[in-house]
């Protein structure tokens, strides 16, 4: 906990975009995976979107895939999650995680991030 900070949440209208970065400053982001959950109140925490450590691998939970777009650059020890056409059923607690591996298969099981950050809000008015 605490390794990583998300920001850019916040409160929106449906068919509205955000930005979301998770920052992981003081530790390499080389050879490690990175991903996106997220939970809704009174609802398990739900996997949202994965890369790997080069960027060539991408993966997305069904209902945000051609919404949503991960993208990293490890070079300023970033990744972010761009999210467009958003719905009230995206409202959650976004939370940025990670594990180290340099395989290109990416877990969607939260169990297996060993890295989490605080968490940001995303609230989608209707």
């Known amino acids: 906990q605490g390794q990583l900070i998300e920001s850019g949440g916040g409160l929106v209208q449906a068919g509205g975009s955000l930005r979301l970065s998770c920052a992981a400053p003081g530790r390499t982001i080389f050879a490690v995976v990175m991903a996106w959950f997220r939970q809704a109140p009174g609802k398990e925490r739900e996997f949202v979107s994965a890369?790997?450590?080069?960027?060539?691998?991408?993966s997305y939970e069904d209902s945000v895939k051609g919404r949503f777009t991960i993208s990293r650059d490890n070079a300023k020890k970033m990744m972010y999650l761009q999210m467009h056409s958003l719905k009230p059923e995206d409202t959650a607690v976004y939370y940025c995680?990670?594990?180290?591996?340099?395989?290109?298969?990416?877990?969607?099981?939260?169990?297996?991030?060993?890295?989490w950050g605080q968490g940001t809000q995303v609230t989608v008015s209707s």
């Open positions: 890369i790997s450590w080069s960027g060539d691998s991408r």
């Open positions: 995680a990670a594990y180290v591996s340099s395989s290109s298969v990416l877990s969607t099981r939260g169990d297996e991030y060993h890295y």
